[in-house]
């Protein structure tokens, strides 16, 4: 009897462990099966939020594009009181969406996404391209890059290198190449690649651009530090004096700036200097939910045609991937 009693006892405890293991079981696979499916809304979720952002962004684009198109259709001098030079500041997406008559959506995810942007003149910097000219070193932009790097401290070694380097990268002679010829950088950050140092380029960063050809700089939008640099017999009191009367008006032509000036012999020539421009860089930000998520995109303006040369786009913080 005790022997029977034992063995009872023994399955009884057997039947339990074996009905724990199988509760244990059928908990983990149906925890499995709940993170596979929490997995899946989540991967959903953000394809949906970057689709979204980039239909976003790419209208935000075109918007600026039409801005621009119709600034060159009403003419004059390109000036930061235009309406293209006004920053947009951060402000629900849902706001445009109710300004537009025709637009039915009523998705509540248009009032958790937030929109900003910004358009910048590229001409209102030092455009390196402009340092080589018909495969020779452009003396007065040679000139006006080197008081530059005096103003603001940059070792002149530098300015040597880089201008040797992009004389080579932009070699067309079949006769005479350059031996080892260094890449030809298509973006600032690529600057590095003909001798800058990433802390000069990071000083050099808000006075300069690259740009495919040759620009005059925008009297009307350069900061005094460009204005000092791109005009020979400037100093920085004049450059800044400059920079405050054009606040009250701006300049509409060369004759404008020159007068001001007040030299007999004008410093200005339209190979250097301008009060319109074609390069201007269009910024985006999209805010939605948790992600932000920023595009960068260099349009260049010929007559009523705005045409994007290339963009750029990434979450804040991350290494953005061109976009041609």
């Known amino acids: 009897m005790k022997c029977g009693a034992a063995t009872v006892r023994a399955q009884a405890g057997a039947a339990l462990l074996m009905a724990m293991l199988t509760v244990a079981l059928v908990a983990s696979l149906a925890a499995g099966a709940l993170w596979q499916q929490w997995r899946s809304v989540e991967v959903e979720t953000a394809e949906r939020?970057?689709?979204?952002?980039?239909?976003?962004?790419?209208?935000?684009?075109?918007?600026?594009?039409?801005?621009?198109?119709?600034?060159?259709?009403?003419?004059?001098?390109?000036?930061?009181?235009?309406?293209?030079?006004?920053?947009?500041?951060?402000?629900?997406?849902?706001t445009f969406l109710a300004a537009d008559k025709t637009s039915t959506s009523d998705d509540d995810s248009a009032s958790q996404a937030f929109l900003s942007g910004l358009?910048?003149?590229?001409?209102?910097?030092?455009?390196?391209?402009?340092?080589?000219?018909?495969?020779?070193?452009?003396?007065?932009?040679?000139?006006?890059?080197?008081?530059?790097?005096?103003?603001?401290?940059?070792?002149?070694?530098?300015?040597?290198?880089?201008?040797?380097?992009?004389?080579?990268?932009?070699?067309?002679?079949?006769?005479?190449?350059?031996?080892?010829?260094?890449?030809?950088?298509?973006?600032v950050d690529q600057l590095v690649w003909?001798?800058?140092?990433?802390?000069?380029?990071?000083?050099?960063?808000?006075?300069?651009?690259?740009?495919?050809?040759?620009?005059?700089?925008n009297l009307n939008t350069a900061s005094a530090t460009v204005l000092y640099a791109c005009i020979p017999s400037l100093d920085m009191a004049l450059a800044q004096r400059l920079v405050s009367a054009r606040q009250n008006a701006h300049f509409r032509s060369l004759a404008d700036a020159a007068a001001l000036i007040g030299q007999t012999t004008s410093p200005l020539n339209e190979t250097l200097h301008s009060v319109n421009t074609n390069f201007l860089e269009i910024q985006g930000r999209l805010r939605l939910d948790q992600t932000v998520i920023e595009?960068?995109?260099?349009?260049?303006?010929?007559?009523?045609?705005?045409?994007?040369?290339?963009?750029?786009?990434?979450n804040q913080g991350d290494q953005t991937a061109p976009l041609q």
């Open 49 to 94: 939020a970057r689709v979204q952002s980039l239909w976003v962004l790419t209208g935000a684009l075109d918007w600026a594009r039409l801005i621009l198109r119709e600034d060159a259709r009403s003419g004059g001098a390109d000036h930061l009181a235009e309406p293209w030079a006004v920053p947009l500041a951060e402000a629900r997406l849902s």
């Open 119 to 187: 358009i910048t003149d590229l001409q209102s910097r030092l455009n390196v391209t402009n340092l080589i000219e018909a495969d020779k070193v452009s003396e007065p932009s040679q000139r006006a890059f080197a008081k530059l790097f005096e103003r603001l401290g940059l070792p002149p070694g530098e300015l040597t290198a880089l201008t040797e380097n992009l004389r080579q990268a932009l070699n067309t002679n079949p006769d005479n190449p350059a031996p080892q010829a260094p890449l030809l950088p298509q973006r």
């Open 194 to 217: 003909l001798g800058l140092s990433p802390g000069t380029l990071a000083v050099l960063r808000p006075y300069i651009t690259l740009l495919p050809v040759r620009t005059p700089v």
């Open 295 to 314: 595009e960068r995109s260099v349009v260049q303006r010929d007559g009523l045609s705005v045409k994007t040369l290339w963009r750029e786009r990434g």
